[in-house]
């Protein structure tokens, strides 16, 4: 049974001893967070009902996830992973034990709720960083692009279970009993990270090491990356759009449903946008990115998203926006849903792999630090942003839900423009690319070495037609920006088979108008 679940999940004999407690981390975090956002979300709604707390509570989040991703992002190269780690989740299982068992130190009581509403993003990211640099220091970069879609079944599964079971844990106990199991889940995944640590990461590199292999970039210095900079920008609007959509589907649920059902709903609705999202990475994601490339790829979540946005205006006008409507009301607060849904899951299924290869061009060297800093910093400053545009909505009297719903459209059509512009400099870094590692081929010559790309290399130059397509299909699936590259230099080929390969490939990519308008990517290529 479990030979065939390591043979699914891609995972080798000798990985097991490190997968097996990961992919139980894994479960551990998604029931942690899945458990938190439900408790921290319901609790909020039945104690603040106005629309300036919920936006100032988006802005303290984001604030609150700024300064904590901002202190990770420092200490990671000054202090040992480990340690880094054991700080950041001993400060949370002390937070999280705060909001279950603090109610009694606060005159109001109502602030622990408050506090624990705050608290999701910035323990949301922590504890993803954690587990991902804990994933990265595990794994080679050739084990890590192939278990990287397997270790997030642990977090799949937990956030399934979870989600599904709250409505009926619920039946016996209130809902702030959430926070029970949110504390016992993390004290389980830091317990699993110490056993982790102790026994793989400890005896991995060391902080000089780490020092040399992954470099740090202040903020100043990686906003002066263009392409970093274009990274950032989309990373930021795709937050804040999100946010605006959380905002008006956290306030139609506060008003069409009883207090009482809301966690109910929340657990249900966040358990499909789960569901969704896993159906349409597993069958869809892959084959768009393969058939029509990233461009495209990171066009689909604006697109529909701003198409059910703009179906909520429409038919939020038509028949009704608040509860004035009546049970019209329902009809718009099923279009905010389905935004809300398409836009989460879509993120998840697409968004963030596309984002991780358009990490691949940046200097490998800066590669972690970079990622970090958009998974964490550059996140939360999209919350942070989102909460102040909305505050600021909010100031100028525009209370209306629907006014929300009407500015969610222009940040999907910048959405939209980013993600072309970032595509074009995505193309731009990889022809500097070339070029720099044109110059130094030139410098020196060095003995190849056994590396993953020399090895699909060796196989693309083959004289055999069988063997360059083979190598061009894995070429595909594990270094995709070197594919693109190798598109480009056999598309003249003298071999009739890699040549019809090279340009259905190219056509399907959309590459064959960038490489009439730019020879020079082909001669860099070639």
């Not at 996830?65 to 480990?82: E, G, H, M, S």
């Not at 954690?130 to 990265?136: C, I, L």
């Not at 358009?358 to 972690?368: N, Q, T």
């Amino acid at each position: 049974m479990l030979v065939r679940l390591y043979k699914a999940l891609a995972i080798e004999p000798d990985e097991t001893g490190k997968m097996n407690p990961l992919l139980l981390m894994g479960f551990f975090m998604g029931m942690f967070i899945a458990c938190l956002s439900v408790a921290a979300q319901s609790l909020f709604l039945l104690h603040f009902q106005t629309q300036e707390q919920l936006a100032t509570a988006f802005v303290l989040s984001g604030l609150s996830a700024q300064v904590a991703t901002f202190i990770y992002n420092f200490l990671q190269n000054r202090i040992p992973f480990i340690l880094l780690g054991t700080l950041n989740l001993v400060t949370i299982i002390g937070l999280t034990a705060l909001v279950e068992f603090g109610e009694p130190f606060f005159e109001n009581p109502d602030t622990i709720h408050y506090i624990g509403f705050i608290l999701i993003l910035p323990f949301t990211f922590i504890t993803l960083l954690v587990f991902w640099g804990s994933f990265g220091r595990l794994f080679t970069l050739r084990q890590s692009k192939r278990l990287m879609g397997s270790v997030d079944v642990g977090f799949l599964i937990a956030s399934l279970i979870a989600f599904f079971s709250i409505p009926q844990i619920l039946q016996y106990v209130e809902t702030a009993a959430l926070y029970t199991i949110s504390l016992a889940s993390i004290i389980g995944y830091f317990l699993l990270y110490i056993y982790l640590s102790a026994k793989y990461i400890s005896a991995g590199l060391s902080l000089e090491q780490e020092k040399e292999r992954h470099k740090n970039l202040s903020i100043v210095q990686l906003f002066k990356v263009k392409y970093v900079l274009y990274m950032s920008a989309f990373v930021v609007i795709t937050m804040v759009g999100l946010r605006f959509v959380d905002f008006s589907f956290l306030q139609t649920t506060q008003i069409y449903f009883e207090d009482a059902y809301v966690p109910t709903f929340l657990s249900y609705f966040e358990a499909v946008v789960v569901i969704f999202s896993f159906l349409f990475q597993t069958l869809a994601a892959d084959r768009i990115i393969a058939m029509y490339g990233m461009r495209v790829a990171s066009f689909i979540n604006p697109i529909l998203t701003g198409l059910f946005t703009i179906g909520a205006l429409l038919l939020g006008l038509s028949f009704g926006y608040t509860s004035a409507a009546g049970e019209s009301f329902v009809i718009f607060f099923i279009m905010v849903a389905m935004s809300k849904l398409v836009m989460q899951a879509t993120r998840e299924a697409i968004d963030e792999p596309v984002m991780k290869l358009y990490m691949l061009p940046v200097d490998s060297e800066h590669r972690l630090d970079v990622q970090t800093k958009l998974e964490g910093t550059i996140l939360a400053l999209g919350n942070l942003l989102a909460g102040l545009l909305i505050l600021v909505i909010l100031k100028v009297q525009l209370t209306e839900l629907i006014y929300f719903t009407l500015f969610a459209i222009p940040l999907f059509v910048i959405w939209y423009f980013l993600a072309n512009r970032l595509n074009k400099t995505y193309r731009l870094t990889l022809q500097n690319a070339l070029t720099k590692s044109k110059d130094k081929s030139t410098e020196t010559k060095s003995d190849k070495a056994f590396t993953v790309n020399n090895v699909l290399e060796v196989e693309v130059n083959s004289a055999a037609e069988e063997k360059v397509i083979f190598g061009l299909k894995l070429m595909e699936k594990l270094e995709p920006a070197v594919f693109e590259t190798s598109l480009v230099r056999l598309v003249d080929s003298d071999l009739r088979k890699v040549r019809e390969f090279a340009r259905d490939r190219i056509s399907l990519l959309g590459l064959d108008q960038d490489i009439s308008q730019n020879a020079e990517i082909k001669s860099l290529a070639i």
